[in-house]
């Protein structure tokens, strides 16, 4: 390649920095081999390089490079634990948030399928049992377990034309009901307590349980009256086919088998 | 997750730690002082800490630190600290000029400093990188955010303006003019 005097003083610096193509760099090597202003110019420029350098310098040496380099570590170090430290709160903070979250969830959740799923085993289970059968104390023992052993012995045998005839724990849905199954006046009645475990019931209109402070939720399910009643603790449901009669008398039962529960709440 | 982390730290070790004299050099110039140009270059690597997840293994990691020393560097003087390297066309104008002004015969020490002093920032940066701590085109336009094209044409105006810088404060004997190249417009004007 062969460059003129302006073309090698335009390429001379990037010559000296070593990043011209090979052709260039040839080009430039002939033109000063034969031009002396151009030599002389090129020399001139390695000198300022080389002055620049010179001048510039500054003393680095290794003790000096590896005292930065020491406290620049540190720098990095104490930035990394801060990190951690941030991020260890984060955690903590976010599982806070979420055991806050729910606790608050729990708190509030509601038991939807509370009526509909006792109807539902009412139909299933207490209607299945023949018109003869009668309360066997053994069959119910072996049957119930704890802490609902004794629920029949609290609740009563009999109110009024009422008698239980069978009490048993009876899974249902993912539910563990203790049921207490009552026949009289033609019709038969499911009593079932359960553990608190589901959330609250349904809004439904309440009463006051004759006796006691507790609201009874009345409403229907699949053509079957529910009373039910909220403890701290456990849930009771009453299932009936029509009301009772006298009407006060599922009041009765209620009353007796919240007394029961509340001796389990002690 | 300090599992990970205990990592990233030997990786930056490695890659970023070993650059250490070097951008020291360069701090220690660009600040004027030692001290300066040791806070600078903490609060450099403190940075790039702080963003090394962003860097690509394998990629260039000096140029990379160099990037973040001049953003650092731009940030702490206060002076255009998201433009990573604008040049003021007025200022440089006559520069532009200048490319091909020769260089004196007489150098001095003294001269060649108090000429690199009075270059313009932004050129004066560039010549530093380049000419002085040899980083390649390529290196210095990954440094400064700018592409290779504009290195260069800033280089060559760099370059000009202190041969020209250096010719003001040299006796005319001594310079290379004589050798029939281009002069400053204001040499011309001379009587």
Same mark, same amino acid.
């Given at each position: 390649?062969?460059?003129?005097?302006?073309?090698?003083?335009?390429?001379?610096?990037?010559?000296?920095?070593?990043?011209?193509?090979?052709?260039?760099?040839?080009?430039? &090597?002939?033109?000063?081999?034969?031009?002396?202003?151009?030599?002389?110019? &090129?020399?001139?420029? @390695?000198?300022?390089?080389?002055?620049?350098?010179?001048?510039?310098?500054?003393?680095?040496?290794?003790?000096?490079?590896?005292?930065?380099?020491?406290?620049?570590?540190?720098? *990095?170090?104490?930035?990394?634990?801060?990190? @951690?430290?941030?991020?260890?709160?984060?955690?903590?903070?976010?599982?806070?948030?979420?055991?806050?979250?729910?606790?608050?969830?729990?708190?509030?959740?509601?038991?939807?399928?509370?009526?509909?799923?006792?109807?539902?085993?009412?139909?299933?289970?207490? &209607?299945?049992?023949?018109?003869?059968?009668?309360?066997?104390?053994?069959? +119910?023992?072996?049957?119930?377990?704890?802490?609902?052993?004794?629920?029949?012995?609290?609740?009563?045998?009999?109110?009024?034309?009422?008698?239980?005839?069978?009490?048993?724990?009876?899974?249902?849905?993912?539910?563990?009901?203790?049921?207490?199954?009552?026949?009289?006046?033609?019709?038969?009645?499911?009593?079932?307590?359960?553990? +608190?475990?589901?959330?609250?019931?349904?809004?439904?209109?309440?009463? *006051?349980?004759?006796?006691?402070?507790?609201? *009874?939720?009345?409403?229907?399910?699949?053509?079957?009256?529910?009373?039910?009643?909220?403890?701290?603790?456990?849930?009771?449901?009453?299932?009936?086919?029509?009301?009772?009669?006298?009407?006060?008398?599922?009041?009765?039962?209620?009353?007796?088998?919240?007394?029961?529960?509340?001796?389990?709440?002690? | 997750?300090?599992?990970?982390?205990?990592?990233?730290?030997?990786?930056?070790?490695?890659?970023?730690?070993?650059?250490?004299?070097?951008?020291?050099?360069?701090?220690?110039?660009?600040?004027?002082?030692?001290?300066? =140009?040791?806070?600078?270059?903490?609060? /450099?690597?403190?940075?790039?800490?702080?963003?090394?997840?962003?860097?690509?293994?394998?990629?260039?990691?000096?140029?990379?630190?160099?990037?973040?020393?001049?953003? /650092?560097?731009?940030?702490?003087?206060?002076?255009?600290?998201?433009?990573?390297?604008?040049?003021?066309?007025?200022?440089?104008?006559?520069?532009?000029?200048?490319?091909?002004?020769?260089?004196?015969?007489?150098?001095?020490?003294?001269?060649?400093?108090?000429?690199?002093?009075?270059?313009?920032?932004?050129?004066?940066?560039?010549?530093?990188?380049?000419?002085?701590? =040899?980083?390649?085109?390529?290196?210095?336009?990954?440094?400064?955010?700018?592409?290779?094209?504009?290195?260069?044409?800033?280089?060559?105006?760099?370059?000009?303006?202190?041969?020209?810088?250096?010719?003001?404060?040299?006796?005319?004997?001594?310079?290379?003019?004589?050798?029939?190249?281009?002069?400053?417009?204001?040499?011309?004007?001379?009587?």
């Amino acid at each position: 390649m062969n460059l003129d005097c302006q073309q090698v003083r335009e390429v001379m610096d990037s010559y000296l920095s070593e990043e011209l193509s090979v052709e260039t760099n040839h080009g430039v &090597l002939h033109h000063v081999s034969e031009c002396r202003d151009c030599a002389a110019e &090129l020399k001139r420029r @390695q000198r300022l390089r080389a002055l620049l350098s010179e001048t510039l310098d500054v003393a680095v040496n290794d003790v000096n490079a590896d005292r930065v380099r020491m406290r620049i570590t540190q720098a *990095v170090d104490r930035e990394r634990r801060s990190s @951690q430290r941030i991020a260890r709160l984060g955690a903590i903070a976010a599982t806070l948030v979420a055991i806050v979250a729910a606790a608050y969830w729990a708190g509030n959740r509601v038991d939807a399928a509370a009526y509909s799923d006792s109807a539902e085993d009412h139909v299933a289970c207490a &209607l299945t049992y023949s018109s003869s059968t009668v309360y066997d104390p053994d069959r +119910a023992a072996h049957n119930l377990a704890p802490p609902f052993e004794h629920i029949v012995d609290v609740v009563g045998r009999s109110h009024g034309v009422y008698q239980v005839i069978d009490a048993h724990m009876c899974p249902f849905k993912g539910r563990n009901y203790a049921h207490v199954v009552i026949r009289g006046n033609g019709q038969t009645l499911s009593l079932f307590a359960e553990r +608190a475990e589901r959330g609250a019931l349904p809004d439904t209109p309440t009463t *006051v349980l004759a006796g006691d402070a507790l609201d *009874v939720h009345a409403t229907t399910r699949l053509g079957y009256g529910i009373s039910a009643v909220a403890t701290r603790d456990y849930r009771l449901f009453l299932v009936s086919e029509r009301p009772t009669d006298p009407p006060d008398l599922a009041q009765d039962i209620l009353r007796s088998a919240v007394r029961f529960i509340r001796g389990l709440e002690k | 997750m300090f599992g990970i982390s205990h990592q990233r730290r030997e990786e930056f070790d490695r890659a970023a730690l070993v650059h250490v004299p070097e951008l020291l050099r360069f701090a220690t110039r660009l600040c004027g002082s030692a001290d300066a =140009g040791e806070d600078l270059l903490q609060e /450099t690597y403190l940075q790039a800490w702080r963003s090394f997840h962003r860097f690509a293994a394998g990629t260039n990691c000096r140029a990379w630190l160099y990037k973040i020393l001049l953003f /650092t560097h731009s940030a702490q003087t206060r002076k255009r600290a998201r433009q990573p390297f604008l040049v003021d066309f007025d200022a440089a104008g006559e520069a532009a000029l200048l490319v091909d002004a020769p260089t004196p015969d007489v150098l001095t020490a003294e001269a060649v400093k108090a000429a690199f002093d009075r270059l313009p920032e932004h050129f004066r940066t560039l010549v530093l990188l380049v000419d002085v701590e =040899g980083l390649t085109y390529r290196e210095a336009a990954e440094a400064l955010n700018v592409p290779i094209g504009t290195v260069m044409s800033r280089l060559n105006r760099g370059r000009g303006l202190l041969r020209v810088e250096l010719a003001r404060n040299v006796p005319e004997s001594s310079t290379g003019a004589r050798n029939g190249m281009i002069l400053s417009a204001e040499r011309r004007a001379r009587p």
